[in-house]
């Protein structure tokens, strides 16, 4: 039987479950009692932590044991530079940054443009380069603390990457490779070894502190499948499981169902969006709605399948009160779909604002953050 959803590192499609998928893959709920753990540490919940929005994790728990013990954790997270940058890449890092604020963590970001290049119709390496140095742009404006934090792109710190990728991949055999990812013989030989790349800087802080230290990974859960490679050779090489916490995808403007796809600009926001540019897409939205005015007054429309909707919930409305009483009129009817799009382009033209005056400066800022050979 074909399967109703497909969640891999290059490729969703489908509704996701998520409740299954957290079975396909193995990883752990994100419950309460995590979260009121977390929160004796960081004093407040991040909301995409408190609406269950990162809802997943791998050995969460040891992370924090090992932080009260005094053995403090390294972030690490990514970006496979195919295109520009839409918001959904942003739910990760946004939520990174706030736990390096909390913990006062320090954070790996690696740039994959050797991915991409693999995986994507690039005719030249070059060209994933390019993107790669935009992305880091975006990286940079999210507000990472220049202190801690390093990024890097594959080919330019390959020479420190390497040793590291070439102890992971002889202990990958082509046989899980193809279990874990759905290789076939069609795939090229980068695509089959690029995994052990995504693993290495699980071990970069080891190797760079001269002991073991726990790492932690903020990001989508599509990701997983890497990881869960990386945590099988962990420690046969001496080192720690990386330990992970997983968001859901943020889906696209056209339905909860849609993804936000860089050649399809109408089915996300992006980050260089003008804003009459992001204006259009969320005026043409799928939400709700019913199909008149008098209806809706009436009836009230349906948050829960509403694109809309979830763009407050990912990152536009991040009081509690403020969503609350945006469902409840929406429920109500006291709220029509033209003018809650309006408010929402509102917010989100701020956002952009300072995002993109950010990502300008950001342009003098490479050296504070760039890692290479
Ligand atoms: P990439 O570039 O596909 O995605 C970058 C990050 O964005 C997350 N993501 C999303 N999160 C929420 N909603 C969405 N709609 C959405 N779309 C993408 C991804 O899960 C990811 O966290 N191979 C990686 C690059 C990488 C990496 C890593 C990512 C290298 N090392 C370590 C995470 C952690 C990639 O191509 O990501």
Redesign the pocket.
């Known amino acids: 039987m074909p399967e109703d959803f497909v969640v891999t ?2 490729e ?1 499609t489908g509704e996701v479950d998520y409740d299954k998928l957290v079975e396909r893959f193995g990883t752990q709920r994100i419950d309460d009692a995590l979260r009121e753990r977390i929160r004796r540490h960081t004093g407040e919940l991040h909301p995409l932590l408190n609406r269950g929005l990162f809802f997943s994790h791998r050995d969460m728990n040891w992370i924090l044991d090992e932080f009260e013990k005094g053995n403090r954790f390294h972030l ?7 295109s520009g ?9 946004i939520f990174a940054k706030w736990l390096q604020d909390k913990f006062r963590a320090r954070m790996w ?4 443009d050797d ?2 290049y693999w ?1 994507k119709d690039f005719e030249k390496l070059d060209d994933a380069k390019a993107i790669a140095y935009d ?1 880091i742009l975006d990286i940079i404006a999210v507000g990472f603390d220049p202190k801690l934090t390093e990024v890097f792109i594959d080919t330019e710190y390959i020479r420190h990457l390497y040793p590291l990728a070439v102890q992971v991949a002889k202990r990958i055999t082509f046989s899980t490779a193809k279990a874990v990812f759905g290789f076939d013989e069609s795939f090229n030989l980068g695509q089959i070894f ?1 995994t052990a ?2 693993s290495v ?1 699980c071990f970069l802080p080891s190797i760079d502190a001269g002991r073991n230290v726990p790492v932690l ?7 997983d499948p ?2 869960r490679v990386t945590r099988d050779v962990a420690e046969r090489l001496g080192y720690y499981k990386p330990a ?1 916490i ?7 403007l056209l339905g909860l169902q849609s ?2 796809s860089a050649s399809r600009p109408e089915t ?1 926001i992006f980050a260089t969006d003008t804003e009459k540019a992001m204006r259009k897409k969320v005026s043409n939205a799928f939400t709700g709605g019913r199909a008149t005015v008098e209806e809706q007054r009436k009836l009230g429309a349906n948050p829960a399948v509403c694109s809309v909707f979830a763009y407050y919930a ?1 990152l536009f409305a991040p009081d509690d009160a403020d969503l609350a009483e945006i469902e409840r009129t929406c429920r109500s009817g006291e709220r029509l779909c033209g003018d809650c799009k309006s408010e929402l382009a509102d917010r989100v033209a701020a956002f952009l604002k300072v995002h993109q005056e950010r990502r300008e400066k950001a342009r003098d800022r490479l050296d504070e953050f760039l890692l290479s050979d």
């Open positions: 590192p290059w969703v690490y997270t990514g970006r496979g530079p195919s940058i839409h918001i959904g890449h942003m739910v990760p890092w970001f690696q740039i994959t991915e991409k995986f992305n690029y790349v995504q800087p990974i903020p990001c989508g859960i599509d990701q890497h990881f992970g997983y968001s859901k995808l943020m889906p696209g993804k936000m996300g990912y």
